[in-house]
């Protein structure tokens, strides 16, 4: 298996534009966490999916942020609009069934907004 | 809710001094706990968890955690590190229960100095 996979590696945007940052899990794993990681706040889990469904999104700063599950190999994390303070590493994390280890993070998207 | 205390935002050490990072965990259930190790510009790789059982937790590179319930505490020591551990370390707690998530600390960087 290729692991978690997360596009695009980097993302440099300016200020205002739309930014859509892409997670496939390893197949049949069902749950999917987006966490996002500063220098500030270090790890954050942002959202995260059980089966599609998202589960718990409390941690979603703002609702310039949204996130979608529409199929068990894809997910998106969106920001419309963008700002600065929104320039972070953003990982993706997937996890199979109910036990409470086995996570498998990807690589991360570096996003800077300037 | 759970919570994670690293107790040392950086760890400086001479390569083969041992080393000890400092984590303390707060939680009104029984709780499983991880160390994740964060390589510069990598994702997080498990280093080793704690589930049930015994309390002493080794890593297949020297590391080890001891789980003592009575301080809520996991810290992780090696007795000799070596420049290549050189990297952020994570300390993390969840729960039982399929719909759980994973908590980190702060994080601590060790840096190894020859």
């Known amino acids: 298996d290729a692991g978690v996979i997360q596009s695009p590696r980097h993302e440099v945007t300016e200020m205002g534009q739309e930014v859509t940052l892409r997670c496939k899990p390893i197949?049949?794993?069902?749950?999917l966490f987006w966490y996002r990681q500063t220098m500030m706040r270090g790890l954050e889990l942002l959202i995260y999916f059980n089966n599609n469904v998202p589960i718990d999104d409390s941690g979603m700063p703002e609702d310039r942020f949204s996130a979608k599950m529409p199929n068990a190999s894809f997910s998106t994390l969106k920001i419309q609009p963008s700002e600065p303070r929104d320039s972070a590493v953003y990982f993706c994390?997937?996890?199979?069934?109910?036990?409470?280890?086995?996570?498998?993070f990807g690589s991360g998207t570096r996003l800077t907004v300037v | 809710a759970q919570s994670v205390t690293q107790l040392d935002s950086q760890v400086p050490v001479f390569e083969e001094a041992p080393v000890e990072l400092r984590c303390n965990y707060s939680s009104s259930v029984s709780v499983y706990l991880f160390w994740y190790v964060q390589y510069p510009n990598q994702g997080l790789q498990l280093l080793l968890k704690y589930l049930s059982g015994s309390t002493l937790v080794e890593s297949i590179n020297g590391f080890e955690a001891e789980f003592n319930k009575s301080q809520t505490s996991f810290h992780l020591r090696k007795p000799s590190v070596h420049i290549s551990d050189t990297a952020e370390y994570f300390c993390a707690v969840t729960v039982s229960g399929g719909y759980n998530k994973l908590i980190f600390g702060a994080g601590t960087r060790l840096a190894v100095h020859p």
């Open positions: 197949s049949g794993h069902d749950y």
């Open positions: 994390a997937s996890r199979p069934g109910a036990l409470p280890y086995g996570y498998t």
